[in-house]
C-alpha cells in the first residue's frame, strides 16, 4: 500500500461505514478516456505526470477497440482527457469517428488551452468548434501570477489568447459550443465557494479581457503524483491528508463520478476513476482488464475500488470532473 493510502487517521471505507453509506455503481453515463500523458506543460498539481517527454499514447488499434466497442452502447458522454488530449496523433480521427457514429453523443474535450496556440496544432480550435465539442478548460486563477506559478511562465497570457480565440468562434455564447473552466487551488487547501468564485471569475475576465465562458468548475487537488511529491517537498503531506480527512463530507458521496463513469486507460485498461487509473487499481479489483471485454449493463450495483485518496473527492463541498458536488 503507497503512502498516500495509509497516512489518513481513518479509511476511506470507514467512514463510509460510520456514515451507513453503502457506495456502488449505477448505470454507465460517462465513458472517460485517458489518451495518454503526452502534454505540452508540466504542471505541479497534475495528478497524471504528464509532460512532453512522456511517451504513453493511445494506439489507432486501441483507439478502433473502443470505438467498436462504445458504438452498440447508449452512453451518452464521452470524455476525452490526458495528458493533452490533442497531441495524440490520433486525436481528430477519434473525435471525427465518434461524431460519425451517433452525432447525439456529446464529447468532453479537457484541453489546457495553451495547446491551441502552438503552431503544429493550427487549426484545432475550429476543428473542434466544427464537431460542437464542449472545452474544459483549465484555468487556476484569473490572475497571472498564480497561473504561471502553477503552471510554468508565460502560461497565463497564452491562456488568456486561447480563449479569446475560442470566443471568436462562439464557444461560450452559442448553447451548442459550451465552454467551461477549472479551477485548482494553488496551494494546500480546499476550493471556496464553487458559485461565488465562479462569480469572481466572470467579472474579472469580462472587465480585463472581454472573455465570457459559460460555467466554473471547482476541484480539490488529488494527494497523488506530482502534486504528491510537491506536498511531500513542501513537508505539507500530512497536514493535506488530514485536511481532507477532517473535512469528509457525506452528501458529497452521492455525485461521485466514480458511479456512473468508466476510466479506460491509453492502454484499454478499465478503471473506476481517472485517479485510480493513475494509482494502478483496477476496476473490480486486482487484475487488470480491459474495456472490450467488458459487459456494460452488468456495472449497475458493483462495487468501486476505494483507497484513502478518494477522500479528495469528498471533502468540503466534493470534487468531480464537473467540479462541486454539494
Known amino acids: 500500500m503507497s503512502e498516500v493510502l495509509s497516512i489518513a487517521r481513518a479509511s476511506f471505507a470507514e467512514k463510509l461505514s460510520e456514515n451507513n453509506i453503502n457506495l456502488l455503481r449505477t448505470k454507465p453515463k460517462i465513458l472517460q478516456i485517458n489518451v495518454g ?76 488551452l495553451t495547446i491551441l496556440l502552438d503552431a503544429e496544432f493550427c487549426g484545432l480550435a475550429e476543428f473542434l468548434a466544427d464537431n460542437k465539442i464542449e472545452i474544459v478548460a483549465s484555468m487556476p ?25 475560442l470566443n471568436d ?31 469572481d471569475y466572470k467579472d474579472e475576465l469580462i472587465k480585463h479581457y472581454d472573455i465570457i465562458f459559460n460555467k466554473l468548475y471547482t476541484i480539490t487537488n488529488m494527494p497523488i503524483a506530482r502534486y504528491l511529491s510537491y506536498l511531500k517537498r513542501n513537508g505539507q503531506y500530512e497536514d493535506y491528508m488530514n485536511l481532507l ?58 462495487s468501486i475500488n476505494l483507497e484513502n485518496h478518494c477522500f479528495g473527492c469528498t471533502a468540503g463541498a466534493g470534487s468531480s470532473c464537473s467540479g462541486s458536488l454539494s
Request: net charge negative; aromatic share 8%.
Open 141 to 165: 486563477c484569473y490572475e497571472p501570477k498564480s497561473v504561471n506559478a502553477q503552471r510554468g511562465d508565460g502560461v497565463f497570457d497564452s491562456s488568456i489568447a486561447a480563449l479569446k480565440l
Open 169 to 199: 468562434l462562439g464557444y461560450g455564447k452559442e448553447e451548442e459550443l459550451p465552454l467551461n473552466l477549472v479551477y485548482n487551488p494553488v496551494g494546500t487547501h480546499l476550493p471556496p465557494d464553487q458559485g461565488e468564485l465562479e462569480k
Open 37 to 112: 500523458k503526452l502534454c505540452n506543460l508540466t504542471c505541479f498539481h497534475c495528478h497524471v505526470n504528464a509532460g512532453p517527454k512522456r511517451k504513453e499514447i493511445i494506439t489507432r488499434n486501441t483507439v478502433d477497440k473502443i470505438l467498436k466497442w462504445i458504438e452498440p452502447t447508449d452512453i451518452p458522454v464521452v470524455d476525452l482527457t490526458g495528458g493533452a488530449p490533442e497531441m495524440i496523433p490520433d486525436f481528430k480521427y477519434l473525435v471525427s469517428s465518434l461524431k460519425k457514429q451517433n452525432n447525439v453523443r456529446h464529447i468532453i474535450d479537457r484541453c489546457n
Open 245 to 302: 480527512v477532517d473535512n469528509f463530507n457525506p452528501n458529497a458521496v452521492e455525485g461521485l463520478m466514480c458511479r456512473d463513469t468508466i476510466s479506460v486507460s491509453w492502454k484499454g485498461e478499465i478503471f473506476d476513476c481517472d485517479f485510480n487509473q493513475m494509482l494502478d487499481m483496477p476496476m473490480g479489483g486486482s487484475k487488470s482488464r480491459f474495456l472490450w471485454d467488458l459487459d456494460w449493463i452488468s456495472l449497475e450495483g458493483k
